[in-house]
């Protein structure tokens, strides 16, 4: 028999989300909900969950792999028949069984194992935890009696106005002995509703004078179950205040914390500034010394040490060290622009990539390119990388002089120290060391001694 095996609880069919998308798969802070739920189980020693999932999980089921394993609730019968799918999984294999909702992603990892180490210290039948002063109603009230004893929990849509001022709720996170759980889930009656519910097993215990044990969360925002969109913007908001103070305590300073957005895998390293109105999104990572925004979005990019970006967007990209971008720029996927280089303003990159000390300081297009280092490339130089059918690439070599308004006809290459004229049409490869001009582009010692007309 092992230990503990934790099931999570996500069969529900997640009406009033009023979705196509499953509930869980909903994200909080640019990650679905239920990898919230995954990632503390796992911090608190419980991987290979079992998940109660509907019928129609494919979605769900391909977001989770086999890092899960599956149990079908055949029909959404409540919360109590969910857990009851996973008996035959169970049964004589597991000691205790975790129970959370899929749906609450806020929940420490420490505080799932307080729930067990209360449970196992208090050989307890079944654990709770709880919270006071939610914002919102929707949650089971604890019912105690004279001596503190957790008596029952009732379900707000069956509670007296008596028991709906009780400010004590559960948090949808339980912990049950098995010896008493899988017969006891088999005698719960559906409520007026319909449902089975999880939450009957405490009055069942209770009447068998079971030990039932609470662990309270000081933090209501530890239990946010989401059940509305407008639980999941507080569950948002709760977590991006949370990912901001364990950003600022690793050493990063924000201007203004609520008006920077940072979604939970991003990383950031120390002695940077988040200015305002910052997204830093999907698994970004952020060196140090960096000063990022104000105004800008950054997209699952890395930004080496000592970059500045101001009020640009970067998507997929990557900047090494001491790279300055912006006002205004826009580095699309596939932007690699190397070292100490310099991407200015309305300048747009695509699948490039750029050597060190490269300087595009004015609006341009560069899509499609090698740039080497130390290239420059003047105001309004653009890759035509695009004949109408096919994309094709440009390469500019190391030290090259791109002259301002230079458009470069793809696929074409600029040689090494080679430097186009301002206003040329570069249809043709320019070789090493040589000066292009004009519409389309000669070389310039050729264009400089005209022919002598024939007569
Ligand atoms: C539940 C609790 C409530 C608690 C709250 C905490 C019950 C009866 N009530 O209410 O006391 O305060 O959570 O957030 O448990 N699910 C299934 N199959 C079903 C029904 C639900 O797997 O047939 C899953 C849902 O996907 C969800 C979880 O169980 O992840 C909880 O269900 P939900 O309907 O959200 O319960 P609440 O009304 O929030
Ligand atoms: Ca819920």
Redesign the pocket.
């Known amino acids: 028999m092992s230990a503990w095996r934790a099931v999570i ?4 069919a ?1 009406t009033r989300m009023r979705s196509a998308t499953p ?2 798969l909903h994200p909080v802070c640019g990650v679905p909900l239920i990898k919230h739920v995954l990632a503390s189980l796992h911090d608190a020693g419980l991987d290979q969950p079992l998940v ?1 999932v509907s019928p129609d999980a494919d979605a769900l089921r391909d977001y989770l792999g086999d890092t899960v394993d599956y149990v079908v ?1 055949t029909s ?4 109590g ?2 857990l009851a799918c996973a008996r035959e999984l169970l049964e004589d294999k597991i000691e205790n069984v975790l129970v959370i ?4 992603p806020l929940v420490p990892a420490g505080a799932i194992q307080r729930l067990m180490a209360c449970h196992q210290e208090s050989n307890a039948e079944l654990s709770v935890m709880t919270t006071s002063d939610v914002e919102d109603a ?3 009230r604890i019912a105690r009696d004279a001596s503190g004893n957790l008596t029952a ?1 009732i ?1 707000e849509r069956e509670a007296s106005s008596e028991q709906l001022a009780i400010t004590e ?4 996170v339980y912990a049950f002995q098995s010896k008493s759980l899988w017969p006891g889930l088999a005698t719960l009656k559906p409520s007026p509703k319909g ?1 089975v ?3 009957d097993m405490f009055d069942v215990v209770h009447r068998g004078q079971g030990i039932v044990a609470t662990v309270t969360t000081d933090d209501s925002n530890d ?1 946010i ?1 989401v ?1 509305t969109r407008v639980d999941l913007a507080q569950a948002e908001a709760a977590m991006r205040e949370r990912i901001r103070i364990r950003h600022m305590l690793n050493g990063v300073t924000m201007i203004d914390p609520s008006s920077v957005y940072i979604d939970s895998d991003v990383r950031i390293g120390k002695d940077s500034t988040i200015h305002p109105n910052t997204h830093l999104l999907g698994d970004t990572q952020v060196g140090e010394d960096c000063h990022i925004g104000p105004n800008s979005v950054l997209q699952s990019s890395t930004v080496g040490q000592g970059c500045k970006v101001v009020a640009s967007m970067l998507e997929n990209a990557t900047l090494e060290a001491g790279v300055d971008v912006g006002p205004f720029a826009h580095l699309r996927p596939g932007s690699h622009i190397g070292e100490g280089s310099h991407i200015g303003n309305y300048v747009e990159i695509k699948k490039s990539t750029f050597g060190h000390d490269v300087k595009a300081g004015h609006f341009s297009y560069i899509g499609d390119a090698d740039v080497g280092s130390k290239v420059n490339i003047g105001a309004g130089s653009v890759t035509a990388n695009y004949d109408g059918s096919e994309k094709h690439r440009t390469t500019i070599e190391d030290n090259a002089f791109i002259g301002s308004s230079t458009m470069l006809i793809a696929p074409v290459r600029v040689g090494k120290d080679a430097a186009t004229g301002a206003g040329s049409v570069v249809t043709k490869d320019v070789a090493a060391g040589k000066t292009v001009v004009g519409v389309p582009a000669k070389p310039q010692d050729k264009t400089s001694k005209k022919k002598p007309k024939k007569t």
């Open positions: 609880l996500a069969a529900g997640g509930k869980v109660v609730q959404p019968l409540g919360t028949h969910a909702n899929a749906d609450c929707g949650y089971g929990i379900e709720v559960n948090g949808g449902e519910y999880l939450t239990v179950g059940n």
